[in-house]
Structures are given as structure tokens and as C-alpha cells.
């Protein structure tokens, strides 16, 4: 199982060591990792180099500290601590219109796929956020139903990439352009639309209209795009 | 500056500092850090917290420790030690396939898009890439210049994120599709179909045809594709 550490920079090996189990399949989400004083036995190495690896995968989000339990694979994308791809595009001086170029590739392209393979659950979710959005008078519950809506077509794609996409996706967004959705919503008008725009793609999709879809979800997104870059 | 730190969990609020200062602009690439006694005393926390943060940050990329001069600020996503996505998708059981239809996605707009951008520079970059493939027996070489064409054209988009995403597929190709490009090249034939589908995307991004380059970008992919999926 753990092999036994020798050589320098000794954290970056107990983390090369639990990264490999995983990608072997040997740790699975859920499985319990041992203890510290373990971990330092079995790889032969201090509990301070364990510690400051745990911490890491911590960060990373692929461990989770339950107190008085010990520490967990979890495996959620969308729970790690810190955004690298958001501070990359950061010091990469990243253009926040880069975002939302991106977005709308892969959402329409999403839309395509989601379309062809959606099933009848993730159907009724999406009517249930579509009239969520339509009846609610709340700006910051209309925002959130509109981003679960766009979620439930990514996972609807059935592509886990796409997924994790999304939400890599979306906390650039949040981190960039800041209160994007929040902002489009502000006009009346605006709700009126964008309800009428995401029923179409809602019925084209349930109509597996994939071509139709597309151009749809093409066109919501640069009305979005448009309103968001000039505000 | 950096501000006193109260509360548990301490190295979580030393990253969330140090990642504010990116996104602030306070700390930017080549930049050089505090060293960990002066973040100690600033941040008024342990070296131990301190250390742990940093050992994070290290794994994610984000600094770099250069023996006895410090830690500085490096930004380089394609540098970082762990793979989170790759780990991620194992444990969400992701599917190699979904990995090649993203990859086609990206890659498809990508080629649209630096056919309208792309800078002379780029162009010759493109073409010495080309010929070095036509020219060069040792498989590995090939499959090294192949992959810094597809890079050279998702640097030719101008878009940040879309080199990112570039990056992050690859590392996916190679965690989860061993010798993808290498099984591709091992038989004659497909070298030179491989090299003839390379020119005219070539061609067509030279003479700003987006429209082609993108529909052979698709032929291309679905090509290549298809033979890593039967083997």
C-alpha cells in the first residue's frame, strides 16, 4: 500500500503517494485516510511533512477535516478553499471578456449535447427553475435559479468535464465580473426576456431540437454578454 | 498590507490573504514574498501556519521557493505538482471519452478564433512546426510538435483561459489516455495523413479561412479520436 519515503522536499512525495492511490483506485470519495501518527509510520517520515501535505490536499479540496473523525477524500471540485485558475488569470493579467467567450463555447456546445442525451428527471428540474425564475420577484433568487438552470444543462450532458468546466467557469465569473447576473436582472424588461429566452431553449431541448437549441442558447448568451460588458 | 490574523483554522486565512493580494494587484508575478519569520510577526500567527500555507501554495503553483533566496510568485498553471482536475475526475469516475469531446470543443473554436487573430509571429511558429513534423522520423519528437502546434494555436486565440483549458486537457489526455499521440504515430500511413490534415489547417488559418480551419479542425480530431478509442 504506503511506500516507505526517502530523498528531500518530503511533502510534495506524501502528496505524489495519495494523488497516485487515488489514480490507481486504491482511495475512493468517501474513504477515510489514516490518522497522521499512521501515515508518519507507514511512510517513514515526520508528522510535520504529513501535516503540511494534508493541508495542501485540504486546499485543494480533496480532503475534508472532519474534527475528531480525521481526514476524508471528498473529491468536490466545487468545494476547494482556493481558486488557482481565478488567481492564474489574475497574474496572467487575463482579460474578463475572455470569460464569457469561453462560457458562451461551452454552453452552446453543452446545450448541443444536453439536447440529445437529457433525461426525464433533469427535464422536470429544468421546468422547475424555468417557472422559479418566472415567479419569483426576488433579484438574487431569480440570479441563483438561472445559474442552476445553465447547471442542469451541463450536467445534462452526462459529461463530467463539462461539469467541472462550468464551475471553474462560474467562479471566474463571480470573481471578475462581479454581480453579473445580479446586474442583468436589475431591469424589468430584461426579466421578461431572458424568461422567454430560456423557455425556448428549455422547449427545444425537450423537443431534442438540438440544432435549435444551439442557436438559442448562442443568442441568449451574447444578449447577456452585451449587457454585462456595457453595463 | 497584510493584516493581523484572529480566529482557527490559520492557514486557511494566511492563503485567503496572500490569494486577496493577487486579486487586488498588491502581489504580482516574479514578485517576492515576506520571508516566513516577517509573515509570522505581519500576520501575527505561528511560522508553523505560516509554512503550511505556503507549502499549499507551492503545490498549487502558485509560488515557487528558490533555496535561500525566498518564495516568489510564479503563476505558471502548467507548473503545478498535483493535478486537482485529474484527481477529480478519477474520483468522479469520469469518462476518458468525455475528455476527447471536450477536447474537441475547445480546440474546434479555438482554430475559428486564431484564424482571425492570429499574429505573423505565430504563423511562422505554425509553419516551422509543420515542417519539423514532416521532417523528423523519432516519434516522440513528432508527438512533441504536434501538441505545440494545437498549443501555438490556442496561444494564437489571444485568450487566456482557452490556453489554460488547453493545458488542463492535456495533462487530462496524459493521466488518463496513456501514449495517446504516441499510438496515433506509430503507423506510416497515419503520419501522413496526420501531416496532410496539419497543412491544410495550416493553410486555412494563413489565408484567415476560419470557417474551413474550423471544419477541418473537426475532421482532424475526429480522426484522431476515433483511433485512440479503438486502439
Redesign the interface.
Known amino acids: 500500500m504506503f511506500k516507505p519515503i526517502k530523498n528531500k522536499k518530503v ?2 512525495y506524501v ?2 503517494q495519495i ?1 497516485q492511490m ?2 490507481d ?1 486504491a482511495l ?2 468517501g474513504d477515510r485516510l489514516p490518522s497522521e501518527r499512521e501515515l508518519a509510520e507507514q511512510l517513514q517520515v515526520s508528522r ?1 511533512s504529513i ?3 494534508l ?2 490536499l ?5 480532503i475534508e477535516t472532519k474534527q475528531g473523525e480525521g481526514n476524508f ?1 471528498t ?3 466545487e468545494d ?16 474578463p471578456i ?2 464569457l ?2 462560457r458562451k ?2 454552453e452552446v ?1 453543452a446545450v448541443t ?1 444536453a439536447s440529445e442525451r437529457i433525461k426525464q428527471e433533469e427535464l422536470k428540474e429544468l421546468e422547475r427553475l424555468l417557472y422559479g425564475m418566472r415567479d419569483t420577484n426576488d433579484e438574487k433568487e431569480s440570479a441563483k435559479l438561472d445559474k442552476e438552470f445553465h447547471f442542469t444543462i451541463a450536467k445534462a450532458t452526462g ?4 461539469v ?2 462550468f464551475h471553474i467557469i462560474s467562479s ?1 465569473i463571480e ?1 471578475f465580473i462581479e454581480n453579473a447576473r445580479f446586474k442583468i436582472l436589475r431591469r424589468t424588461e430584461n426579466k421578461k426576456i431572458l424568461f422567454e429566452q430560456h423557455r425556448e431553449i428549455f422547449i427545444n431541448i425537450k423537443e431534442r431540437n438540438s440544432k435549435k437549441a444551439k442557436s438559442l442558447m448562442a443568442e441568449h448568451l451574447e444578449f447577456v454578454n452585451k449587457i454585462i460588458i456595457n453595463k
Open positions: 511533502y510534495e502528496i505524489e494523488q487515488v489514480m483506485g475512493k470519495k510535520t501535516r503540511e501535505a493541508r495542501a485540504e486546499v485543494i479540496g480533496l477524500i473529491g468536490k471540485i476547494n478553499l482556493f481558486e488557482p485558475l481565478s488567481v492564474m488569470f489574475m497574474l496572467n493579467k487575463g482579460n475572455d470569460i467567450e469561453v463555447i461551452i456546445e449535447l459529461n463530467y468535464l463539462i467541472s468546466l471566474l470573481s
